[in-house]
């Protein structure tokens, strides 16, 4: 039924910052995922990319100046933990109290986005036909997570709007994260389309639609 649909009010868009304030972790858990326990109950949430630093043992450096997201966080009586998809299994990982850390990236929400619009992800085609064959047979290669574009209402003092046209006018690629009232999805992207120049008429607000290439996988936490 159509009462059973998610709404799509309160879906925000969001670029990467500047690194914000380094977070102690206190634990790890090596597995699939890898399971870090952070002090306190803030500083980290579901789909932040963290940098890590300070790990030790002969396996530290898997770890160590490498940036992951943020999934599954879960508030505990102390400590609260979080996940990153990498896979420590066997390895010699441990933390260095007090000097272990994961530092997130700062968010900033692109204001008064109008709709976001994804062009779907799409897998390659890959012919193995042969001699033998009795019909064409095929399997599927890489997923493509493909682009989407976003209208807004041009702000020239939002602060998202503004890191999206210098990371455009760069040729850049930033992470990026579309938070919606259930899940978060963290990706990596680059700004293909950003609106220089402003629509504009009569009796009417400045408009504009940017289009972004999602690189690489995407986080859903």
Request: glycine content about 8%.
């Amino acid at each position: 039924m159509s009462i059973a649909a998610q709404l799509a009010q309160q879906t925000k868009l969001y670029i990467e910052g500047s690194a914000a304030a380094a977070e102690v972790l206190t634990a790890i858990t090596v597995g699939y995922p890898t399971i870090l326990a952070i002090t306190g109950h803030a500083g980290v949430a579901n789909g932040d990319v963290v940098t890590l630093a300070g790990f030790t043992g002969v396996d530290a450096a898997d770890l160590n100046g490498n940036s992951y997201t943020a999934t599954h966080y879960a508030t505990g009586t102390t400590n609260d933990t979080f996940s990153i998809e990498v896979n420590t299994v066997g390895k010699t990982i441990t933390i260095d109290a007090g000097n272990t850390t994961a530092t997130p990236s700062a968010w900033i929400q692109v204001k008064e986005v109008k709709a976001i619009k994804p062009s779907g992800a799409a897998a390659s085609k890959i012919d193995v036909s042969d001699l033998d064959s009795t019909a064409k047979e095929y399997l599927t290669g890489l997923v493509d997570n493909g682009t989407f574009s976003s209208d807004i209402h041009i702000l020239e003092t939002d602060a998202g709007q503004a890191a999206c046209l210098v990371a455009f006018e760069a040729s850049t690629t930033k992470n990026f994260k579309v938070v919606t009232p259930i899940k978060t999805r963290t990706f990596n992207g680059a700004i293909l389309k950003f609106p220089t120049l402003p629509d504009a008429m009569v009796d009417g607000v400045q408009t504009g639609s940017a289009e972004f290439q999602i690189n690489g996988t995407i986080t859903v936490s």
